[in-house]
């Protein structure tokens, strides 16, 4: 072997890692190990992150496995990897994995397995006990299994039977309407394309998916003032041609570290980087690149030059403060703003400057929690970069102003001309590593009448025109009994979403439930009154049609599609692809008269690629294009040429209303957040290890100084209770934790605090839930800590 791999594990780190060869599942859902609590960390991503991530591949998949699988990630004959949406560079590095993907790629390659006698040991009242760790470290799932009404237990049952029930109570539905198809983002394009075919030709636009809780935001945003709803940016934008890169609620060190190599590369070029968050995140701080010799001896690099350390929700009044303050800028040098693009390229910019004249700076310093200084310093950095990147994620897109923050974003680009250069532009950070696929293949519940026009001239049917439900009006249908059949590709529907006591008994009063999964987890814990588990492929398996390998296709975050083929063999025999499924259900549910050639696609994926080439724009010669090295680039008109499809050809400058939120005495924002151990809702382990958190989720970072205002001592034992005009929520036992966040604000790990997000808490526009910003207040807690 060759490349960074064996070098990080030398003779002694091998013998260290052969003790943690094909451990059986833990058996107790407890550890005995208090929760402790230590000092944040400065760096991120050193040596230790890749030996973190090696030691978690190590130990469920044997070291031989591992080291195969590890060596496949990212590489261009290898598959994609299954952690984040971040692209990989023309060249990928030898080791072109962090350690999260490590630990997303042992997840998935692990030698434990949930098979019938796991099942048939463990009833669903017992297993709706154990936390979401405790079942995803079962192992992955093996046989199909059901649910029937009143049953306690899962069983196994064929796929003929499993797939011919599911197809029986879809045809009996009143109303297409009554069927509702999830979709989270690891689904790959063939398959994402194939299920919202199947979901049209059955007649319903109800393709709710992970996007809606993500960046649907940002998707809102973009189209409406740029004309795309994706990010403008290629990866040498970031690398090669920006002068600043601006970090808006973003936590790359933990959720995208592949990210970090790109930022040291812009910043050893003479790039600046400014972090604009509530938390000060160890990523964005320092940098110990574990590909380099320097990365894993040295100090590392410093990557941020300035942290603006603002309250959540403030963005809107930060951009649009620093907007009002590059006008004036320009008033007073003339040479601030590109005049030439804005009268070429825009509307409405006379609205918006007159609109930040107005602006009241008093609501801009409650809202931002800033001093005047940190605004200017801001400023002072942008008047010094021509070219300038903003790059986002979930801390701004799961706020009630997440659309207007965005706009106003795209706003600061537009006043001077940073869109549509090298080195300039929006970029939108996704999360599932093909969430932006599964869109541009038609995942959406409210899809542009052109792409529908195409299907039906594709396919000779008539695609349902009315819109869909989205996630959250999923859940109220749900709730509200016009539900018949709740089907999910991939994802962790229950847990995922907000407001968990209302999912949950949302989710158990539907007749069908059906998952197509890898592992165990929640959601199969809350079945509907009948609840069918089909396991699939992971994204690392040999996929074989027809005696032939086959394989898929994904988008990252930056338009670039490009093939991913698994290499390990199967975690069982009875597993199919995701494609295999949709394909055989289709076919079952709409008859042999349905004109779509199910059979072969689902033998064959080249034949869906060739009728996504017809449908999709930007796919042509799809099979050809893709088969070269890295894949090809979709079209995205304003990054290339600077044309604008939106409603008036151009660019639009918007002008959005500040809306500041006022704590009533005693009371804190919440932010719900990603731990350094867990993918979404799939829990690797309970350390959070650059927050200093070791051995537990039960905690609650709030400013020393509220605490101190509060009355309420580190390390007590608390309630979270949220307030909102239907009803209080209750989270209990977390143990408060001072740690240096914006004063007001609290911050605490998703999915546990979901129960906190009220159902009706979204975002205005793109209806995505507000999980950001719940305002709590803390109180004595009557039951022991959790962890
Ligand atoms: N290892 C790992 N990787 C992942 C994931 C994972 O769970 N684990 N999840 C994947 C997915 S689906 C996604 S969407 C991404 C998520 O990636 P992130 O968005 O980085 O994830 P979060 O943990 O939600 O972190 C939100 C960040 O925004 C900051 N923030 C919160 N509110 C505000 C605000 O109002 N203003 C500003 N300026 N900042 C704010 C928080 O302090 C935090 O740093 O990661 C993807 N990658
Ligand atoms: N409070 C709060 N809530 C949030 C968020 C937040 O920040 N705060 N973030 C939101 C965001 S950004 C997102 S994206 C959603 C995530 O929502 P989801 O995408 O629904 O959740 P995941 O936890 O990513 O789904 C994990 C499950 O997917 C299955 N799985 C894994 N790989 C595969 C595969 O290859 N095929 C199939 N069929 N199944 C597979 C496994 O069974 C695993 O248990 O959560 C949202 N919810
Ligand atoms: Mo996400």
Redesign the pocket.
Known sequence: MSGKVPMIMGKGARKYYRQYMTTPPPRRDDNDDELRVGAPKRSAAGAAGVVHGLKSVLEQSGVRRGVKTLRLVNQQRGFDC?GCAWPEPGKPHLAEFCENGAKAVAE?STVRRAGPEFFAQHPISELAGYSDHWL?QQGRLTTPMLRDTDDDHYRPVSWDDALGLIADELRALDSPDEAVFYT????SNEAAFCYQLFARSFGTNNLPD?SN??HESSGAALSETLGVGKGSVSLEDITDHADLVVIVGQNPGTNHPRMLTSLEQAKRRGARIVAVNPLPEAGLQTFRNPQTVRGVVGQGTLLSDLFVQLRLGGDLAFFQAVNHLLVAADEARGDVLDHAFIREHTTGFDRSAAAWAELNWDDVRTATGLPDEALQGFVDEVLAADRVVVCWA?GLT?HKKSVPTIREIVNFLLLRGNIGLPGAGACPVR??SN?QGDRTMGIWEKPPAAFLDALEAEFGFSPPRRHGLDTVDTIRAMRDGRVGVFMA?????AT?T?DSEATARAMRSVPLTVH????L?RSHTLPGRRSVILP?L??TEVDRQDGREQFVTVEDSMSAVHASRGTLPPASDELRS?MAIICGLARRVLGPGDPTPWEEFGADYARVRERISRVVPGFDDFERRVAEPGGFVLPHPPRDSRTFPTADGAARFTTNELEVLRLPPGRLILQ???SHDQ????IYGLDDRYRGIRNGRHVVFVNPDDLRELGIADGTTVDLVGEWSDQERRAPGYRVVAYPTARGCAAAY??E??VL?PLDHTAEVSNT?A?KSVIIRLEPSATPASR
């Open positions: 299954p998935e995803g989270s983002g690891r689904t992970c809780m993500c979930m799961q999360g599932h969430v590709m991939g994802g962790n529907f995922a907000p197509v999964s890898t592992k987890n699939c992971g994204r995701e719900t957040i990603r993918f979404n809702t799939t998703y999915p605090t979901n997000v839930p999980s």
